[in-house]
């Protein structure tokens, strides 16, 4: 009977309410084809809440610039926040699929750059569409209320933030639980992984620019080349994670971007580095990047360079890492193995992947929840097994979950979560 129940979700939306029948892998490829920008994301916030809306949802629009919350209470019990991120990413597909996206978009006054549906948002958008159906079809078997949030921007880390600035937990019931979750290219389609502690790490994005005295590349005597010191700089930078961190404590550097100079010949006056800094702790955290800042002063002093030319430094990103509650996470695996099979609820080790979604959790007070949900086409995982074709990941342009299964397993495990914290009785 539950299977039949995640069929018809996946092939049609069988009920009048729903308005128009809407297939959720259609609604997926939709979604897929017109990916949208942080704080950009217009037509996706729309299509959710007009589902929500459809289904009989409270529907508010417009919360921290482009979120959306729908509220569908049922009843005394505890309120579930239930939250699906929105927002695309500047790269330009390759998966040749028959629904890839050409959309095309810029932060701002930035450049127009291709936007894809890199990180599975899509997959994320359709599952919570297919979540809030059910809850609407299925009132007897679940007590209490949900928050059903559309987050803008959680690429960069700042949607949270912005809704919870807006009102979230004062405009709307305030949650005693936070789930989410999030598509996987590590497990195979219509399994599930739930973290029971660290889930995903604390990221912090990092800007540098490593100054000098430009000059013509035939006469370098007479510069200071911001080149060879930028070179020098990020080879010293590993030293911090190899040498001066506790290797029971993971952490990465990465040199993402390097800029600079116009000309063969030519020792431009500046190179400008995008890093990013990972680990898990928020004291940890700060010693990379004071170290950081000490390696790019240290390398700079010692290529001769005055203190008007030391390196600058800014940075942003995610303030704090995403850690499951560790008895609600035990809780949930129960359940899915319960209700999903063992077979299809496996172990994965802590991601240095990035995430806003503790925001929720920690501003509310709530004990928090993100799993995994497997995205890899069965067949192309049997593959890759066998040493044939890697599997692109999260954030690749080659990124293509199988949807169908990637969808139901979605809605089967996430109505799992549900009929656990909102009992009927």
């Known amino acids: 009977m539950m299977k039949s129940l995640f069929a018809s979700l996946l092939l049609a939306a069988a009920a009048p309410a729903f308005g128009a029948p809407v297939d959720l892998v259609t609604l997926y490829k939709d979604l897929h084809t017109h990916p949208e920008l942080s704080f950009q994301e217009v037509r996706s916030a729309g299509t959710l809440a007009a589902e929500a ?3 009989g949802f ?4 417009k919360v921290g610039r482009t979120g959306v919350v729908a509220v569908l209470k049922n009843g005394k019990g505890p309120t579930l926040l239930i939250r699906a991120d929105m927002d695309g990413l500047p790269v330009k597909e390759a998966t040749d ?6 959309a095309m978009g810029s932060y701002g006054d930035g450049p127009m750059t291709p936007v894809m549906h890199a990180c599975g948002h899509d997959i994320h958008m359709s599952v919570w569409v297919g979540t809030a159906r059910w809850l609407a079809e299925n009132r007897k078997a679940w007590r209490g209320t949900v928050v059903m949030v559309g987050q803008p921007a959680e690429e960069g880390g700042g949607g949270a933030r912005a809704m919870i600035a807006d009102g979230l937990f004062t405009r709307f019931p305030k949650p005693d639980y936070a789930l989410a979750l999030h598509d996987s290219s590590g497990i195979p389609a219509g399994t599930v992984s739930v973290p029971q502690f660290r889930a995903l790490s604390i990221s912090t994005s990092m800007d540098m620019v490593v100054k000098g005295v430009g000059g013509h590349g035939a006469y370098p005597a007479s510069t200071k080349d911001p080149v060879a010191l930028a070179g020098r700089i990020i080879t010293a930078l590993q030293t911090i994670v190899s040498r001066e961190n506790d290797p029971f404590q993971p952490a990465v550097i990465t040199v993402g971007s390097i800029h600079g100079g116009t000309k063969h010949n030519i020792i431009p006056d500046e190179v400008k580095l995008q890093l990013t800094i990972r680990s898990y702790d928020s004291n940890q955290q700060q010693r990379l990047l004071d170290g950081i ?7 700079a002093i010692a290529a001769g360079l005055p203190e008007a030319l030391m390196p600058v430094i800014s940075h942003t990103g995610y303030g704090v890492p ?6 609600l ?3 949930i695996k129960t359940q899915f193995e319960a209700k999903l099979g063992k077979a299809r609820v496996v172990d994965l080790d802590p991601s240095m992947a990035s995430e806003d979604f503790q925001y929720f959790g920690l501003e509310a007070k709530a004990p928090s929840v993100i799993f995994w949900l497997g995205g890899v086409a069965q067949a192309q995982w049997d593959a890759a097994q066998k040493g044939g074709p890697a599997i692109p990941s999260l954030h690749n342009s080659g990124w293509a979950p199988d949807p169908a299964p990637t969808i139901a397993t979605g809605v089967e495990s996430m109505i799992a979560a549900v009929e656990m914290l909102l009992p009927a009785k």
């Open 97 to 102: 699929l028959p629904y890839a996206s050409t």
């Open 293 to 299: 800042a000490r390696v790019a002063k240290g390398e």
């Open 322 to 327: 995403t850690l499951n509650d560790p008895a």
């Open 329 to 331: 996470a035990a809780r």
């Open 58 to 61: 409270e529907v508010t629009e």
């Open 53 to 55: 809306r459809a289904a």
